[in-house]
């Protein structure tokens, strides 16, 4: 039997492929786990709940980057590595010339002007991109995501950020704490785990792209995504997806990240299981379209 060839999208290779998994050998072909997250997609958006299901429009494509010179369309996460990402793209666009990517700042990466967003274009040229170039993001479990944003933003001791403490940290402690000090209600700093949870019960999740569901950012099921990467496998899904396009030999940055997931646990513990119910049930999407559980946390999974 003839091997399918890795280079074709994986979105239409899904429908294309009869074989069972089990038969084939993945180590001699890697990109097989390609296929189990396609399906896995697929099969989460085929079964996904009304209230989650979003319409294309073409005005809310912000998060997708687009790259010209090799047909590459990027849906960024952040929280997901995408810093990196879009320092790639910001190569491979001929906007920075680097050998090493981390030489890029990471204020200009996110800069507005440092990569063209999909929204940005006329219709014709979204609908003709989104035909015709390779489109992919990369997923990470909701909860660690999550826990990232809190303590890149509202933690004291790792990268707090200033902003966020003002701006959402200040409310975020007149509202969910008990008797608050005016001190505390103006700085803004540290927020705890649990204040930041009964925020995103009481609020919802899409008051910010940094804890904004990914269904909410990207619209995976109205969308053919070609590739679907994992954090989890950030080093191996980054050369696949420079490889599918033809890009030239680019190192994807080995960022040093704060050891997140072993601390799930430990914060995750903080809360209540009906406030994690409750917060499993605003990710429920991301949860079930990329395939992810609770078992690390809770010990099982809810159904």
């Known amino acids: 039997m003839v091997p399918i060839n890795p280079k074709i999208k994986f979105g239409s290779l899904v429908a294309l492929v009869f074989i069972p998994l089990a038969a084939l050998d993945v180590g001699k072909y890697p990109w097989l786990e390609q296929i189990s997250r396609q399906e896995q997609l697929n099969s989460g958006c085929d079964n996904l ?85 390779t489109l992919f993001l990369v997923t990470r479990h909701p909860f660690e995501r999550l826990l990232s944003a809190y303590t890149n933003k509202f933690l004291d001791g790792y990268s707090s950020s200033k ?30 785990f649990r204040e930041f949870a009964h925020y995103l019960m009481k609020e919802g999740p899409t008051t910010n792209e940094h804890w904004a569901p990914v269904n909410d ?28 396009v033809g890009a030239p030999h680019i190192v994807f940055p080995v960022t040093r990240y704060a ?35 609770l078992e690390d946390i809770l010990g099982y999974d809810l159904a």
């Open 49 to 133: 709940d009304a209230k989650f299901k979003k319409k294309l429009n073409y005005s809310e494509l912000d998060h997708i980057l687009v790259d010209h010179n090799f047909k590459l369309l990027y849906c960024y996460v952040p929280k997901v590595a995408c810093t990196n990402w879009k320092r790639v793209l910001m190569v491979l666009t001929g906007e920075y010339n680097v050998t090493n990517l981390l030489d890029i700042p990471s204020w200009q990466a996110h800069s507005e002007h440092s990569t063209v967003k999909l929204s940005e274009l006329a219709e014709a040229d979204i609908q003709s991109c989104l035909n015709n170039y």
């Open 163 to 192: 902003y966020f403490q003002q701006r959402y940290g200040r409310h975020i402690i007149k509202t969910f704490r008990s008797h608050p000090t005016a001190a505390e209600m103006a700085s803004g700093a540290n927020v705890t």
């Open 217 to 244: 950012l990207c619209s995976p099921c109205a969308l053919n995504y070609s590739f679907v990467g994992r954090h989890e496998t950030i080093m191996e899904d980054a050369r696949a997806v420079l490889d599918m």
């Open 259 to 293: 050891k997140t997931k072993e601390r799930l646990k430990y914060f995750f513990q903080q809360l209540s299981i009906h406030e994690i119910e409750t917060i499993y049930k605003l990710y429920e999407a991301d949860f079930k379209l990329f395939g992810y559980g």
